[in-house]
T-cell receptor, first 114, second 116 residues
Framework: AQSVTQLGSHVSVSEGALVLLRCNYS??????LFWYVQYPNQGLQLLLK??????LVKGINGFEAEFKKSETSFHLTKPSAHMSDAAEYFCAVSEPGGSYIPTFGRGTSLIVHP | DAGVIQSPRHEVTEMGQEVTLRCKPISGHDYLFWYRQTMMRGLELLIY????????DSGMPEDRFSAKMPNASFSTLKIQPSEPRDSAVYFC??????????????FGQGTRLTVV
């Protein structure tokens, strides 16, 4: 069965600092991996996804994530945080060949200080 | 397209009342999902449909919950009778594909349900 662990329910950074949000997954097959962002009172919006091919995936708003099979990780990074990045971030995994339905992590709240 | 549209955005109801949440998926999407988000349990999949047919409802918590999709452009999630522990944000999402590189779920803005 697939599962996702997001380390840290809250991450606090200063504006301009590196953003690192951690995600580890468990899957019985090579997975599809996703990062979604949720702004206050909004639905989830896809930031980026990995299905096959290049393991470094670039998404919207300057975010990127790297699929590391050996570490079963898919951490989300951004070189320089902006105030507008403050939101809830969700990592999700799905299993090709299985149900394909993504399982979501508990989410990480990103707080950006001026 | 306007995206996934959910109504109402907010619902406050008394315990024991029937609650109906509505969703209009993106036109042409074959898959529709209902999720529930709470602080305690995070984002949970309740049920999903493919071409208006319920495929997996194992996430529906109790018989008090039911979902229908009478046509490709409309779905409802009903709770009868409602209880305070049903208070949550309910999201509807739709997807064109479930597999492959173009698989992506598009979420509505959610319905915040409060049962008092």
């Amino acid at each position: 069965a697939q599962s996702v662990t997001q380390l840290g329910s809250h991450v606090s950074v200063s504006e301009g600092a590196l953003v690192l949000l951690r995600c580890n997954y468990s899957s019985s097959v090579p997975p599809y991996l996703f990062w979604y962002v949720q702004y206050p009172n909004q639905g989830l919006q896809l930031l980026l996804k990995y299905t096959t091919g290049a393991t470094l995936v670039k998404g919207i708003n300057g975010f990127e994530a790297e699929f590391k099979k050996s570490e079963t990780s898919f951490h989300l990074t951004k070189p320089s945080a902006h105030m507008s990045d403050a939101a809830e971030y969700f990592c999700a995994v799905s299993e090709p060949g299985g149900s394909y339905i993504p399982t979501f992590g508990r989410g990480t709240s990103l707080i950006v200080h001026p | 397209d306007a995206g996934v549209i959910q109504s109402p955005r907010h619902e406050v109801t008394e315990m024991g009342q029937e609650v109906t949440l509505r969703c209009k998926p993106i036109s042409g999407h074959d898959y529709l999902f209902w999720y529930r988000q709470t602080m305690m349990r995070g984002l949970e999949l309740l049920i999903y449909f493919n071409n208006n047919v319920p495929i997996d409802d194992s996430g529906m918590p109790e018989d008090r919950f039911s979902a229908k999709m009478p046509n490709a452009s409309f779905s409802t999630l009903k709770i009868q009778p409602s209880e305070p522990r049903d208070s949550a944000v309910y999201f509807c999402a739709s997807s064109l594909f479930l597999t492959g590189r173009n698989s992506e779920a598009f979420f509505g803005q959610g319905t915040r349900l409060t049962v008092v």
